[in-house]
């Protein structure tokens, strides 16, 4: 494995750390704001946003300057943001400090997709994307578990500095391990934005948006879901987050592996996995060892359809796949946004703690449709390009 995986791997274990700790964190900052759960759920949904907007805007900057330089940057950019939020006197600054943070996040991973991919062979770049993922799903299992406890325990301001920190890591790992690659030649804005030309470019990143979504709309509100619907107390929501970033990590590694063989048929098992575990999630929910295995399910089967997903868009965009693939991930955290924004909906709503995880089924459901149309139109395209070929020829002969 090239040592720049891991330093790639360093830098996401950082921001995934960021991501996904304030869900086991929402009780204590509504608390402590006096805000409701579900405003304290724009604290997710506004992150995502952030990394939506970010993605493009930053990797379009990106271009003027090396992809290590960006990273670097980007990385600096991370480690404001958390600063910010360890110190938010309100919850607007508190806000602020997440949507600052967050705009590093798309550019990074889209960044660092392309540099792992172009690290090893081409029949290996699912499972180099899926190494430098692994870091935001080592996150889960000892960063968000870690923070989650040190916020309970001490304060969450607490973790957003210790957040702060691991970013100034990962900036250092960045500046050591990942080579001096130089700027791309011919990268300019035209050009990366042909590939978005492409059809199956764009029912990739609405795959994207619609299955991960549907991981995002039980999660954001696991903590209010296990305490007041499972019966598990606070402090055991932590271990339930290490359950979840557990399946992360192996759905991740599965993903990467199978990705590079079936790529299409990865998808359709994930996606179609996912859509039911979430739909049986309102069921086992209720049952506290059933609610435990269900939360690892979803980790395992949500992140499983990250490495296909981004190889998918890079596959797509061959030629111009820098703001692609950072598109792609402000992608899945467009999806996050949506499904934060509407569990906290159907909560407000009076459906009760677990009716996010029929948003989530539906989410996941549809992006499996989207996975069949555009395996359809692959299809269809080929055979006509099929067909066309021998009357070119027969053509061509004639004169």
């Known amino acids: 494995m090239p040592l720049a995986l891991l330093a790639l791997a360093v830098g996401a274990f950082g921001i995934g750390t ?29 992150y995502a946003l952030g990394v939506v907007l970010g993605a493009p805007l930053l990797t379009v900057l990106g271009t003027k300057v090396s992809r290590k330089r960006m990273l670097m940057l980007l990385m600096g950019l991370f480690v404001l943001g958390n600063l910010v939020s360890a110190l938010a006197p309100s919850f607007g600054m508190m806000l602020t400090g997440r949507v600052v943070a967050s705009l590093a996040h798309g550019a990074f991973f889209g960044i660092g997709s392309v540099v792992a991919a172009d690290l090893v062979a081409p029949d290996k770049k699912a499972g180099a994307i899926a190494t430098m ?3 935001l799903t080592v996150a889960n299992i000892v960063g968000v578990p870690l923070g989650t406890s040190i916020g ?27 080579p001096a690659m130089p700027r791309p030649e011919g990268a300019h804005l035209r050009r990366e934005l042909t590939a978005f030309r ?10 994207t948006v619609l ?17 007041n619907v499972a019966g598990y107390s606070d402090g055991a929501v932590t271990w339930l987050l290490v359950l979840f970033g557990t399946g992360m990590f192996l759905g991740n590694l599965l993903g990467g592996k199978y990705a590079d063989r079936k790529l299409m048929p990865m998808l359709y098992t994930t996606l179609g996995g996912l859509a039911a ?15 435990a295995i269900t939360i690892m399910l979803v980790g ?11 190889r998918r868009v890079l596959d797509q965009a061959h030629g111009a796949p820098t703001l692609a693939s950072a598109v792609n991930i402000g992608a899945f955290n467009l999806g996050n946004a949506l499904a934060a924004w509407l569990g906290g909906m159907v909560i407000a709503a009076g459906l009760g703690y677990t009716s996010p995880n029929w948003v989530g089924a539906a989410l996941a459901a549809a992006a499996l449709v989207l996975a069949l149309w555009s ?19 027969a053509v061509a002969a004639h004169h």
């Open 375 to 393: 395996a359809a139109l692959e299809r269809r395209t080929s055979a006509t390009a099929t067909t066309a070929a021998p009357v070119t020829t």
């Open 277 to 291: 575990v979430l739909a049986l999630f309102t069921v086992t929910a209720h049952n506290k060892v059933l609610a």
């Open 211 to 227: 299955g991960f979504g549907g991981v995002f709309a039980a999660i954001t509100y696991i903590a209010p879901m296990m305490t």
């Open 198 to 207: 492409n059809p199956q470019v764009l029912l990739a990143m609405a795959m």
């Open 152 to 178: 309970q325990a001490v304060g969450w301001r607490t973790t957003f500095a210790g957040v702060a920190a691991l970013g100034v890591v990962g900036l250092l790992g960045v500046a050591k391990l990942v």
């Open 300 to 310: 395992a089967l949500g992140f499983a359809t990250v490495p296909p997903l981004q």
């Open 133 to 135: 993922f692994t870091g």
């Open 18 to 46: 960021t991501e996904f700790v304030i869900m086991g964190l929402l009780p204590e900052i509504a608390a402590d704001y006096g805000v409701s759960i579900p405003t304290a759920g724009l604290l997710v949904t506004g």
